[in-house]
Nanobody
Framework: QVQLVESGGGSVQAGGSLRLSCAVS????????MGWFRQSAGKERERVAT??????????DSAKGRFIISLDNTKNTLNTLYLIINNLKPEDTAMYYC??????????????WGQGTQVTVSS
């Protein structure tokens, strides 16, 4: 398992942008998949985007076109996961979590989770 710490959330007006960061520690070697998830009040957790060690990305339909996931994995290690959200909308308001699946790149069994960072978008 790895340790994950998110940052970068905040309160913004609709139309603005944010960059969320997730600092990763404890990774040693092997394949992986990293993901961003979000959960808003009264709703189930939603997968937003994933990226694996090869750089392959996936996005939820709600995230396509406005969200960009990226990864700093220089020197063959896991450093920081990012999520850029452009043209923020009130419906993007949620707690955003990063997660890691270490040892595979199926992006189906995330065993490590951060504590979350809150994003609040006002109209």
């Amino acid at each position: 398992q790895v340790q994950l710490v998110e940052s970068g959330g905040g309160s913004v007006q609709a139309g603005g942008s944010l960059r969320l960061s997730c600092a990763v520690s404890g990774y040693t070697y092997g394949s992986y998949c990293m993901g961003w998830f979000r959960q808003s009040a009264g709703k189930e957790r939603e997968r937003v985007a994933t990226i694996d060690k090869t750089g392959s990305t996936t996005y939820a339909d709600s995230a396509k076109g406005r969200f960009i996931i990226s990864l700093d994995n220089t020197k063959n290690t896991l450093n920081t996961l990012y999520l850029i959200i452009n043209n923020l909308k009130p419906e993007d308001t949620a707690m955003y979590y990063c997660a890691a699946e270490i040892g595979s790149w199926y992006c189906e069994q995330f065993g490590s989770w951060g504590q979350g960072t809150q994003v609040t978008v006002s109209s």
